[in-house]
């Protein structure tokens, strides 16, 4: 019953009762905070990528071998998102570059407001400054799709063991992609995975997507990948 | 996915738009959930319920939920069409028909593209 007109009636209105129009989104608080993300990055004169995979996919692997290639050249920072132990942090640290480690104890994604914390501790443990910015989210194919966290470009890894059918089985991750990152391919030929179909099934999603593979044991396309940063930098 | 949190902060969206408006009560709140938003509509509705017990001025206030239908574009001809998720009721008789796979209704191509659809927005509250 209605404690105002004491009708029995679900659907009425007062006299008084206005309606507003809102119009915002229900993530605006995080899109809020990572565009300020994505202003302070800037502001520092560096690049933020955010890499998004399934746990196990080659992410840090990925960046050990990037840092190995590139850190003569160009001043990294990682920030490193995982729900427990500093391991992935350690990992970056070990090739002589400074690592954040954002550790949820639960939550299955980074968000804005956390790598907002991150980005102000490495910023403090990088004083001569940054030229390009890994964010390692937690591994997770579903969930760091919804959240921005202020990168420049979002990279989706996916492995050769997970199979070429997870563009479809995935489809908010690998449409949000704007690199679609093929990982482990050394490891073609034991397993069924098709490059081609993969590339499909992600081009379905978004027709100009961009996708390479690589492995980052073997080297092979590694060069590729590195071209890809390399033309994000400023020159 | 993230239902609860979701709808926290709808709620917090919510409570501050009441207190601009100096509003005692809320009576009702639309929300959109798109398509493609991955939220789904019952936990979201659940989550939204038990936490506004916690709020005095938004304990009453009704959820409507707008649910718009998948718009998809043909990657072959181009054109747009809207095709609603088949509900749990019809897809074994999709199956059995082998109609699975969507289909453009204008050219027959399977190369459907989904179109947007991943909006999450609080439209419009009633208040007094």
């Known amino acids: 019953m209605c404690d105002t007109c004491g009708c029995q009636l679900h659907e009425h209105h007062h006299h008084d009762a206005k309606v507003v129009e809102v119009n915002r989104s229900l993530l605006e608080a995080n899109q809020k905070q990572a565009d300020s993300n994505r202003h302070h990055i800037e502001h520092m004169g560096a690049v933020a990528i955010n890499l998004i995979s399934s746990p196990g996919s080659g992410k840090t692997t990925l960046l050990e071998r990037t840092i190995e290639a590139l850190k003569e ?117 034991y397993f069924d995975f098709s490059v081609e179909e993969a590339t499909k099934e992600a081009r379905l999603l978004k027709p100009d997507q961009e996708v390479l593979a690589l492995s980052a044991t073997s080297g092979e396309g590694f060069a590729a990948w590195l071209a890809y940063l390399n033309q994000l930098l400023p020159k | 996915m993230h239902e609860l949190s979701l709808a926290q902060s709808l709620i917090d969206q919510i409570v501050a738009l009441a207190a601009e408006h100096q509003a005692r009560r809320v009576n009702r709140v639309v929300v959109t959930l798109g398509p493609f938003s991955g939220v789904v509509r019952d936990s979201f509705e659940f989550g939204f319920n038990i936490l506004k017990q916690e709020r005095e001025q938004i304990r009453e206030a009704a959820l409507e939920l707008e649910t718009p239908d998948p718009e998809y574009v043909c990657l072959d001809c181009a054109k747009v069409a809207v095709i609603p998720f088949p509900r749990q009721s019809d897809r074994l008789e999709l199956a059995r028909c082998g109609l699975s796979a969507k289909k453009c209704p204008w050219c027959g191509s399977t190369r459907l593209s989904p179109k947007g659809g991943t909006e999450l927005i609080l439209n419009q509250l009633e208040m007094e």
Do not use: W
């Open chain 1, 73 to 189: 050249t160009v001043r990294i920072g990682v920030i490193e998102g995982d729900i427990e132990t500093e391991r992935d942090a350690d990992r970056i640290r070990a090739k002589g570059v400074p690592a954040v480690q954002l550790t949820t104890g639960g939550a299955c994604h980074l968000d804005a407001p956390m790598v907002h914390g991150g980005l102000h501790v490495l910023e403090h443990f990088a004083k001569g400054g940054l030229d390009l910015i890994f964010i390692e989210n937690v591994g997770n194919l579903v969930c760091p799709a919804t959240f921005d966290l202020g990168e420049h470009r979002r990279v989706v890894l996916l492995s050769t063991p997970e199979g070429s059918d997870k563009p479809a089985k995935y489809p908010a991750t690998f449409k949000g992609a704007d690199l679609v990152l093929i990982t482990k391919t050394d490891l073609l030929p």
